[in-house]
């Protein structure tokens, strides 16, 4: 392989892992604070891609538009699925809870699949993101690169939020330990919504950059996306942002890598992301980056 | 006298309705097909379309041998149990005389066996895998195998695309994918050409640039990748994205509107070998098919589903007819001998359960698909 291949290669890798990336950051918010693993994140970011296809389909909004609607939507389901599903269990035993996720996960996807119907529908890819940017014999689509940027902003946003704000000085304590947290007077419910909007916010923004990229949705589309996300988060440390991040970027590069390497291996991408799930449990059950405490 | 003639009026009216319904309780049982579609689920598109023409088919003909003919419609869900399972419902519970059915091939290949097991002629318009009807005495097909697709494939990239290295991507999760994947590198190797790169993907898998930026170095004259629409539209997608130009040549799986409405500008110039395309239609039921089609369904372009689920309505009423009753057996033996079907999709002869008939190859231009050539076998 020469190293300009093996460039290309590793460039097709942080594009698909900034998308398991900034799905990740949310399913790792919701953990660290409440230590429940939310199946149902994959299912929000796919309801986001049908709510920013009908702003640009039917309401005829202009992308940025329906994207920032789409945004805002999204974190109101991501609240109502917190005060409806979770809120009555809050003191309930984890496994409940978690269940629960998986409950409200499969009521989403066939939701979707009787309200949208079955049928795939092409997902609109805005003019700016259509450019592809040659590097010599490197070729990137733009989409690929704003991506990877927007991955990175976000992280810094989630940080200054989780460590410069009062808002985040809660989350912080909830997380330490959830039931004395009221008793000094902070609004418990008000700031697990709070975390629950804002990973939804950023599942739409994931979920979009996704649908951009693989321009074609259909109800079933965010189970794999969120299996991914749920392995870069528990390689990255569960709990932590930046773990997530990294554990995306991994991820994404190891499977285009085992492609690149191993050709003849090529259709068992899937099945080697949760082998290094199974691995990273079984010898670093923490994670890379899980031995700060979780944010 | 008013009032007599009144009473005599309604008696006549009496003695009539009560006629009538006599002779239809004593009419003859109707002809009973039983159809097991995905009409619901990831094939559900093909399923929707087929019956369709299936229903079609049956407006046109409503009656075999004096007797009405009636369709018994049970979903498959795409699922391969449910498949088996709606073949025996329909078997044992509706007592149907014959069965039409599945679309897909896995699908078919779980429901044929309960056909053979019980009986009953079983007949699949689209299921071109051939181990569909190998060994059977009761399941039969009214479409081209995928050797002859491989074999067209193959064909066309050597003498039309005038290509010398072949890159194949298989999906690997379709038995379907595989199997025309390796009659086409067989037959592309026996005349002449090479195939230098052979990769591999699975069903719902979306990203593809490793595959293809592989590919890319291996320089090929043509990609061939016999997947279906949803992950072929991503793959042209994906390809132009990489700098990878070759032109992608498919399978029949790549017929369907979604391929051009996902993948946009980048399936321009995407080849696929099918079975039927209204463009490409050589015989005149064909042209009458095409009419009435649009007619019925002004929003729907006729496809391969709806055209072979169309002559597989009539190939079954053919042998039934040519049989003179639904005795099973007879059915079956008539269904072996159909020779020179003038069918919508082309002229067909039964060859050991599969049809002999020609191929279409149609190319995406300016948006839609275009008729390039028609293959006969």
Not at chain 2, 132 to 147: N, S
Request: hydrophobic content about 50%; some cysteine; aromatic content about 10%.
């Amino acid at each position: 392989m020469t190293f300009q291949l093996f460039l290309q290669q590793l460039i097709n890798g942080l594009g698909l892992g900034s998308l398991y990336g900034l799905i990740a950051i949310g399913y790792t918010m919701v953990y660290g604070i409440l230590r429940l693993i939310n199946f149902a994140h994959g299912d929000v970011m796919m309801m986001s891609t049908y709510f920013a296809f009908f702003g640009v389909s039917i309401f005829a909004l202009p992308w940025w538009v329906a994207a920032l609607l789409a945004m805002i939507l999204t974190g109101l389901l991501g609240i109502s699925i917190d005060q409806g599903a979770y809120r009555p269990l809050r003191r309930a035993s984890r496994i409940s809870a978690l269940i629960t996720a998986i409950g409200v996960s499969f009521f989403l996807e066939n939701a979707a699949l009787v309200v949208f119907g079955s049928r795939p529908r092409a997902f609109y890819r805005p003019e700016m993101f259509r450019a592809i940017w040659h590097f010599g014999d490197i070729s990137l689509l733009s989409l690929t690169g704003y991506t990877i940027l927007i991955t990175l902003c976000l992280l810094v946003i989630v940080y200054f939020i989780v460590y410069k704000t009062r808002m985040g000085m809660a989350m912080r304590a909830v997380s330490k330990d959830m039931h004395t947290v009221p008793l000094m007077g902070i609004d418990l419910n008000r700031v697990v919504a709070f975390t629950f909007g804002l990973g939804s916010v950023i599942a739409a923004v994931g979920g979009i950059l996704w649908a951009m990229k693989y321009p074609q949705i259909e109800p079933l589309m965010g189970i794999i996306p969120g299996l991914k996300a749920f392995v870069a988060a528990v390689l990255g440390g569960i709990g932590n942002v930046f773990g997530a991040v990294l554990g995306g970027f991994i991820l994404g590069i190891t499977e285009i890598l085992l492609v690149a390497f191993w050709p003849e291996l090529s259709g068992y991408r899937d099945a080697f992301a949760f082998l290094l799930l199974i691995l990273v449990l079984i010898f670093r059950p923490t994670g890379i980056m899980g031995e700060d405490l979780p944010e | 006298m008013r009032k007599s003639l009144w009473l005599s009026l309604s008696g006549i009216l009496v003695a009539g309705l009560v006629a009538l319904s006599l002779s239809s309780a004593f009419a003859e049982e109707p002809v009973k097909i039983g159809v097991y579609y995905p009409m619901t689920g990831p094939s559900a598109v093909y399923g929707q379309i087929g019956y369709k023409g299936l229903q079609l088919a049956q407006k046109e003909r409503p009656k075999v041998l004096n007797r009405e003919v009636k369709l018994f419609l049970t979903d498959n869900k795409s699922d391969k149990v449910e498949s088996a399972n709606a073949v025996s419902r329909l078997i044992q519970k509706n007592k149907v005389d014959a069965v039409i059915g599945g679309l897909t091939s896995s699908n078919t290949l779980s429901g044929a066996p309960v056909a053979e097991k019980s009986k009953v002629p079983m007949i699949s318009p689209w299921a071109t895998n051939p181990v569909v009807t190998q060994e059977k005495q009761w399941v039969f097909r009214a479409c081209f195998i995928d050797p002859f697709q491989g074999f067209v494939g193959a064909k066309f990239a050597r003498e039309n695309l005038k290509a010398k290295n072949a890159a194949v991507l298989i999906d690997i999760s379709q038995d379907y994918c595989v199997g025309i994947a390796n009659f086409f590198m067989k037959n592309f190797t026996k005349m002449g050409g090479k195939v230098v790169s052979k990769l591999h993907y699975n069903t719902g898998d979306l990203d593809f640039t490793a595959q293809l930026t592989a590919i890319k170095t291996k320089n090929p004259d043509v990609v061939y990748c016999p997947g279906y629409f949803k992950e072929l539209a991503l793959i042209a997608m994906q390809a132009r994205e990489v700098g990878l130009t070759a032109p992608i040549l498919a399978g029949d799986a790549a017929q369907a509107d979604e391929l051009i409405k996902i993948g946009g500008k980048s399936v321009e110039g995407l080849s696929f070998t099918t079975h039927f395309d209204e463009m490409g239609v050589t015989t005149e039921s064909g042209k009458k098919f095409v009419k009435a089609f649009r007619g019925a369904y002004p929003d729907v372009t006729p496809d391969s589903v709806s055209a072979l689920s169309y002559d597989t309505y009539n190939i079954l009423l053919d042998a039934i007819e040519r049989a003179g009753s639904t005795d099973k057996e007879k059915v079956r033996a008539e269904l072996e001998k159909t020779k020179d079907f003038q069918g919508v999709t082309g002229v067909m002869t039964m060859k050991d359960h599969d049809m002999i008939k020609p191929a279409v190859i149609l190319t995406v231009k300016d948006g839609k698909f275009k008729w390039l050539a028609t293959v006969q076998p």
